[in-house]
């Protein structure tokens, strides 16, 4: 389908959706939010895509929050219809594809744009990259999942400092304190971050798609006995019977 703020990008097994409202830093509007959201459903029943990467156009912002304007009179019941949704529609979404996805942070991440990096399962930044939750310098918190997520990449001491003063951190602190996971020079930064999508596309995806749902319970009580469930079940389907297969033939496997 076509799209009016975000570009789409298939090329072999690695789809790359980029946000494209540079004239406003890619900040999130409903529409950019509903055309994500059907992106990612697009890719999630596309066979040949095995791996997502999420980028912002041009070298300034991945995106630079949420676009204000469109919620400046709420009152509580929208605004609460406003996260809620964002939160069922998109960054939940993300969390729980059945394909990785990887933010390729290239610039501003701030508010919401910090919130929708902090949804993938991965994160690579420029090093020019700022990355921070400014929503109490308006009077409000996060409402797309930051005060959820963000402790539990940075430990709550930080998420809290974070949170509380409003402050922008630089690319080379958020790889410090775990927020991201590598920081590239602004031209590099696509090139390795497909470089790590063809390393993860060559694995077996239904592993990795069992691996990301394990993972997101790890912090659950359900973590554990999903993973011996998941770790069972997959004794039974085809890719483990190629990865096996290959190992003991001393052959690359071929899933």
Partial sequence: ???????????????????????SLNALNAKTISELSSALEELNADADCRVIILTGSGEKSFVAGADIKEFSDFGQEKAEELARNG??????????????????????ALGGGLELAMACHI?????????GLPEVTLGLIPGYGGTQRLPKLVGKGIANEMIFSAKMVPAQRAKEIGLVNEVYPIEDLLTKTKELANVIANNSPMAISKAIHAVNLSDTDKGFETEIKYFGELFDLDDKKEGVSAFLEKRKPSF
């Fill in 1 to 23: 389908m076509g799209y009016e703020n975000i570009l789409l990008d298939k090329q072999d097994k690695i789809s790359t959706i980029i946000i494209n409202r540079p004239e």
């Fill in 87 to 108: 939160q069922n529609s998109l960054f939940n979404k993300i969390e729980n594809m059945t394909k990785p996805v990887i933010a390729a942070v290239n610039g501003f």
């Fill in 123 to 131: 994160r690579y930044a420029s090093e020019n990259a700022k990355l």
